[in-house]
């Protein structure tokens, strides 16, 4: 895993993890990297400095309530809930079985590592999906 800063074309800064450099790009290319200020796709890795590790142990901040409903929104309103049919239709869509589009639906944990271990981009949802209709 690795942790990029990106910055969008309405000058937000932000963070956020992919399995590689070669999973950002992919996902970056296809428009499923978005900020979650403003939506914009246009998004750019900004300069990074390698992490250190030090004696004093750092929290991370929390994201707002608000940050999290937006991005449900966003994320719900542009992706299709494919609910526990995620880890075939991510496959599928991998191999160019079937169209690539956005998807988010539920996994199990050991699911998830296997479709990272395999290449297949996929990053986990702060919050559970809210529509249960699969």
């Given at each position: 895993?690795?942790?990029?800063?990106?910055?969008?074309d309405q000058d937000?800064?932000?963070?956020?993890?992919?399995?590689?450099?070669?999973?950002?790009?992919?996902?970056?290319?296809?428009?499923?990297?978005?900020?979650?200020?403003?939506?914009?796709?246009?998004?750019?890795?900004?300069?990074?400095?390698?992490?250190?590790?030090?004696?004093?142990?750092?929290?991370?901040?929390?994201?707002?309530?608000?940050?999290?409903?937006?991005?449900?929104?966003?994320?719900?309103?542009?992706?299709?809930?494919?609910?526990?049919?995620?880890?075939?239709?991510?496959?599928?869509?991998?191999?160019?079985?079937?169209?690539?589009?956005?998807?988010?639906?539920?996994?199990?944990?050991?699911?998830?590592?296997?479709?990272?271990?395999?290449?297949?981009?996929?990053?986990?949802?702060?919050?559970?999906?809210?529509?249960?209709?699969?």
């Amino acid at each position: 895993m690795i942790r990029f800063h990106l910055k969008c074309d309405q000058d937000h800064a932000f963070e956020s993890w992919f399995q590689s450099g070669e999973a950002y790009d992919k996902l970056a290319a296809s428009g499923m990297v978005s900020c979650a200020m403003c939506g914009s796709t246009k998004i750019s890795k900004s300069m990074m400095a390698p992490a250190v590790s030090t004696s004093t142990s750092v929290t991370p901040p929390k994201p707002s309530a608000a940050m999290l409903a937006e991005l449900r929104k966003r994320v719900e309103s542009a992706s299709e809930y494919v609910g526990s049919k995620f880890v075939r239709e991510a496959r599928d869509m991998h191999d160019g079985l079937v169209p690539e589009r956005p998807i988010y639906g539920e996994a199990k944990p050991h699911e998830a590592k296997k479709l990272l271990e395999d290449g297949i981009p996929v990053l986990p949802l702060p919050f559970m999906p809210s529509k249960k209709t699969n």
